[in-house]
């Protein structure tokens, strides 16, 4: 009875881990198999501690907006994305090459995520950010199958609008920030407005707890938030210490005057 129960448990244990329950990368040209840190990330620097993604993918992710990005050319129906949309794609794309968070999603076969539960907030912010940009997706606006993707013989990207579709913009593809979200990549994320349990690729910080909260034998990381000092801050604490400088200086001088003239 006893040894029934243990196979019976055994089984089902083995039934139901499907998916990954210890960190581990998703399968692509610039995942590696399990994150680590990468010192030398151009872009998607939040995850710069513990990567999924080597420095490779980070350089295509670095320019704004952002053009060529693995075997995919962003530039569809001959524009550029606007800065503000750019940054969102560049944001999704950051989580899927380097998150090391998303393995509670991951399929152990297939090694691609699945359903992620993405925060509402950011679709919506996505979609507003994007309405008046175009895109050549045809149907529901499926990236992951209505796109050409590649290069021809000279090594040049292909044109990523396949012959025949029409260019439509965000509004009239997609009309909302959850049938963007649900359309885009296929069935890789889901759309939840739990304002907890969900992803936000903005905010990895809010991701690790998330993951932590799945179950209690998953480990997150997230990354120290990266400091930006910039130039104007140097000009500033450098001008501070020779105006303080200079006021010890005056100090020193209007001593030794008052004592002169004592003396
Ligand atoms: C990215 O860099 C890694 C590590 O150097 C390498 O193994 C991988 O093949 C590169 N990917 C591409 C698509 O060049
Ligand atoms: C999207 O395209 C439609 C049809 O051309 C147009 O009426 C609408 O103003 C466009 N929306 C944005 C936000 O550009
Ligand atoms: C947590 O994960 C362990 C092993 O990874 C699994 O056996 C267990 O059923 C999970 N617990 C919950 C509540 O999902």
Redesign the pocket.
């Known amino acids: 009875m006893m040894l029934l129960y243990n196979v019976v448990l055994i089984l089902s244990v083995i039934g139901a881990s499907t998916s990954f329950t210890t960190p581990t990368c998703p399968r692509g ?2 995942h590696k198999e399990t994150p680590s840190a990468e010192t030398h990330l151009q872009a998607c620097k939040q995850y710069t501690c513990d990567s999924c993604c ?4 980070t350089i295509e992710l670095a320019s704004v907006p952002i053009a060529q990005v ?1 075997k995919l050319d962003y530039h569809q129906c001959s524009k550029q994305l606007t800065d503000a949309c750019s940054n969102q794609h560049t944001y999704l794309q950051c989580l899927y090459q380097c998150s090391p968070n998303l393995y509670p999603w991951m399929g152990k076969v297939t090694r691609i995520p699945n359903s992620i539960p993405l925060c509402s907030n950011f679709c919506d912010q996505w979609y507003l950010t994007c309405q008046a940009d175009m895109t050549c997706a045809p149907g529901v606006g499926n990236w992951k199958t209505g796109l050409n993707k590649g290069f021809d013989a000279d090594g040049n990207p292909v044109n990523p609008c396949k012959d025949g579709v029409m260019c439509r913009n965000y509004t009239e593809v997609y009309g909302s920030g959850q049938a963007l979200c649900e359309n885009i990549w296929g069935t890789m994320f889901t759309y939840t407005t739990d304002t907890t349990n969900c992803i936000d690729p903005s905010d990895p910080a809010h991701n690790a707890k998330f993951v932590e909260s799945l179950n209690s034998t998953f480990t997150s990381s997230v990354c120290a938030p990266v400091e930006y000092v910039d130039a104007g801050m140097i000009v500033g604490i450098v001008f501070g210490v020779l105006a303080a400088l200079g006021l010890i200086a005056a100090g020193v001088v209007f001593y030794m005057r008052q004592k002169k003239s004592k003396g």
Do not use: C, K, Q, V
């Open positions: 040209d610039y080597f420095e490779n993918i693995g």
